[in-house]
């Protein structure tokens, strides 16, 4: 069975409410069709009922029990709008700006998470990864113990003897475009624990990446992973972890025991650590484009899951990654 396969049986064990902000485009409703018939989730639809509909109409979908919200005149619009202007009134927030922002499906849809409403959010068939992520970060935040939200990509390699039986968790590739050693460490340790509770790795076992393995080259840039290594090891004593490495030491075996001798980690690491946002958006395209792996995007660190699409995704991605949000909501 592979990765998606075995998640989306845990998804079908325990059914989420997973709501879709772009609920009137033709792939999310397609999807939300998919997802409701083959017991993945309870998807809800944000929009007007009627551009809802018509979108299903036009793709053929049956919707038929899946759930419709209109933030512009759902009775919970004022609910959300109290609540919304508390949170952020310390930044700047007024009231009327609160009732304006909960009429953008995107915050209703934060804030039916937030307020428990649903279980989980998916998004991005439309909007920026940014437009996404911020009110997120702003309003579900940080899950208590988590210093940061970061992002995993489970790519599912086609080469089985690489990471775990062709598995490998990349972080960070989408949120954080340059972390500090701390922030690193972090995204270390949550990609770790990705690892582990998303994809059932029983032993993480994670190499925070450079173009330095043990001190090869000296350099700012070597030292930042270095530092972050020694805090991730302070966060997570337990966890098998090691840096500097480079990408080939942390996966091939006989490399990583020629330059990293008597590493936990090196030659067979399964959760690979980028030192920001350019190596890892790239490392992660490389990936699926050149190697040829099915790639899957997490975010990691939110008090409530919330997930991102690409603009390009399919409506197989997005049922893929409705799948993905209900298992991390369980
Ligand atoms: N973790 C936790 N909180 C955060 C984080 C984080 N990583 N980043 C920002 N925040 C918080 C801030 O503290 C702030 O909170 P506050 O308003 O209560 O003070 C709030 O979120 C907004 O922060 P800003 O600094 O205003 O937001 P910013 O403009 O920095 O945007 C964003 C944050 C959207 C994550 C930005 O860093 C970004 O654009 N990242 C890259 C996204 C991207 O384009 N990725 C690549 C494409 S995706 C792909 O290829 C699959």
Redesign the pocket.
């Known amino acids: 069975m592979s990765l998606i396969e075995r998640i989306k049986e845990k998804a079908k064990g325990n059914v989420k409410r997973v709501v879709l902000p772009e609920g009137d485009e033709p792939r999310t409703v397609r999807a939300a069709a998919i997802v409701r018939a083959e017991g993945l989730a309870e998807p809800v639809l944000i929009g007007s009922a009627e551009a809802v509909r018509a979108a299903a109409q036009k793709v053929g979908a049956d919707i038929g029990g899946i759930g419709i919200v209109d933030p512009v005149t759902s009775p919970k619009a004022v609910e959300y709008a109290a609540a919304l202007y508390e949170l952020r009134k310390a930044?700047g927030v007024s009231e009327e700006d609160a009732a304006k922002l909960v009429t953008d499906p995107m915050y209703f849809g934060i804030m039916m998470v937030k307020t428990g409403d649903a279980d989980g959010l998916v998004s991005g068939a439309v909007h920026?990864?940014?437009d996404m992520?911020?009110p997120a970060?702003?309003i579900i935040?940080?899950r208590p113990g988590m210093k940061?939200?970061?992002s995993s990509f489970l790519m599912d390699c086609p080469n089985k003897s690489l990471g775990e039986d062709g598995l490998l968790v990349y972080a960070d590739?989408?949120?954080?475009?340059c972390p500090t050693a701390e922030?690193l460490a972090h995204i270390a340790v949550a990609a770790a624990d990705t690892a582990r509770t998303l994809c059932g790795v029983e032993e993480p076992r994670v190499a925070l990446l450079s173009f330095s393995t043990k001190g090869s080259a000296k350099h700012p840039l070597v030292d930042k992973v270095r530092e972050a290594t020694e805090i991730a090891h302070r966060l997570a004593p337990e966890l098998l972890l090691d840096g500097e490495l480079q990408f080939d030491a942390a996966l091939v075996p006989e490399i990583g025991a020629s330059k990293a001798k008597g590493s936990p980690v090196a030659g067979r690491a399964n959760v690979l650590i980028f030192p920001d946002?350019q190596a890892g958006?790239i490392g992660y395209?490389i990936t699926q484009r050149i190697g040829g792996a099915e790639c899957f995007?997490v975010l990691q660190?939110l008090a409530a899951p919330c997930n991102?699409l690409?603009r390009g995704c399919s409506v197989e991605d997005i049922v893929n990654t409705i799948s993905i949000t209900a298992v991390q909501a369980q």
């Open positions: 930044k920026t990864t940014g992520l911020r970060l702003q935040r940080t940061v939200v970061s590739c989408v949120v954080m475009p922030e946002l958006n395209k995007a660190g991102d690409s």
